[in-house]
């Protein structure tokens, strides 16, 4: 199998997870890195021996040489170096928040649409080992038809510490953690027509929400709860778990705090670990989002050699990233938001 040459643009704190797993990735490698920072540039090149360095990603794409770009900047660039990736015609991934604003993600969809090149968003929560279980369960019918869902992480973890700029922005949860666990209810319970929401902040020391309720009408008929929050002190601290629970017609599921994934049906209860993998290089609490980190980066690898679309294709994220913009307009106006004509 011909293996696929990769450049990766961002070499900060999440980037190392993402060279990690490039690693690991069957039938890939990245060949050069590109980071305006030449010290992030000098850490990274280092660490994983990448000779090609660019502190300029158009210089990086005028060289040329290499298969598919991953973006793991934040999300200030990503609108430019998406378009960049689709005037070059080379395939993108692009961190989450995919955009800005929902209309940058559109143009940005389109760019790559026109060009005729992959485009996929890193939205690796779905791809966590107890969500992937979980899907599972309901897709062999064990509770049958779910008409009710909760999405729940909250925590007391210091996020800040690793990465400051989240405590910056006028935005802070919902754009940042909501998004993972608002695809996840998207993955589970399928796509939104409406949805409610109620934000605060607790955290004095920073400028965004950390706390956020939201109520999702899905378009199937079912209900949903996602629930986030970084000012919930626990005794047992749950971070990076998203804890699910789900109703249907035939039985429950319960995902617990520590990887139980709990189901009730006609024949009984069942409790199984659904653990996520302890990578070489991977850390807890960390692991469950660096397996998943794995698996998105091995399944980008996948499609594209079959020219499939991917599960969190732009396209697919524009669903996603529509929920996040509405619960802003929602906490913000006390309304609810038709997500459908937001599409
Ligand atoms: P970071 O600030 O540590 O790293 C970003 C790097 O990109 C920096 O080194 C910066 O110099 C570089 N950069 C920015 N703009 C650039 C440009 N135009 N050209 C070249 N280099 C540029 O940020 P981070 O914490 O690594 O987060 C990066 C992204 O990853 C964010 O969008 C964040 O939301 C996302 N993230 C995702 C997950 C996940 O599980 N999917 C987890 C953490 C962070
Ligand atoms: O996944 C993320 O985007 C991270 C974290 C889990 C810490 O919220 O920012």
């Known amino acids: 199998m011909t293996e696929l040459r990769g450049a990766l643009i961002g070499c900060g704190f999440f980037a190392i997870n993402q060279m990690h797993a490039w690693n690991d990735v069957e039938g890939a490698r990245i060949v050069a890195i590109c980071d305006r920072d030449p010290e992030r540039l000098d850490i990274v090149g280092g660490q994983f021996g990448i000779e090609r360095r660019y502190s300029d990603a158009e210089a990086l794409f005028a060289d040329g040489g290499f298969d598919f770009v991953d973006i793991a900047t934040t999300v200030q660039s990503h609108r430019a170096l998406v378009e960049m990736a689709a005037r070059n015609k080379v395939p993108a991934i692009c961190q989450k928040p995919f955009a800005k604003t929902l209309s940058d993600a559109k143009a940005m969809v389109e760019a790559c649409r026109e060009a005729g090149v992959a485009l996929m968003v890193h939205e690796n929560f779905r791809w966590q080992t107890p969500i992937q279980a979980l899907r599972t369960a309901l897709d062999t019918g064990a509770i049958g038809t779910p008409f009710w869902g909760r999405f729940s992480f909250r925590s007391g973890y210091d996020v800040f510490s690793g990465q400051p700029y989240l ?60 629930d986030v929050s970084y000012a919930t002190k626990l005794s047992k601290e749950p ?97 609810t938001i038709d997500v459908g004509a937001m599409l």
């Open 239 to 335: 971070f990076p778990e998203t804890l699910i629970e789900l109703d249907g017609a035939e039985g429950t599921i319960r995902l617990r705090q520590e990887y139980g994934l709990e189901i009730t049906n006609a024949k009984g209860t069942t409790i199984t670990d659904v653990s996520p993998k302890l990578l070489s290089w991977a850390s807890r609490p960390w692991h469950n989002i660096q397996e998943s980190v794995y698996a998105i980066q091995q399944h980008w690898v996948d499609q594209l050699k079959r020219g499939a679309e991917h599960s969190t294709s732009g396209a697919d994220n524009l669903k996603t990233f529509a929920l996040v913009e509405a619960a802003y307009d929602s906490a913000s106006r006390g309304q």
């Open 167 to 226: 405590a910056e922005g006028e935005r802070f949860i919902i754009e940042d953690l909501g998004i993972h666990t608002l695809d996840i209810a998207r993955y589970i319970l399928g796509d939104v027509s409406s949805l409610t929401a109620r934000t605060r902040r607790v955290n004095p020391n920073i400028k965004g929400e950390d706390v956020a309720t939201i109520l999702l009408d899905h378009e199937n008929g079912a209900t949903s709860v996602v």
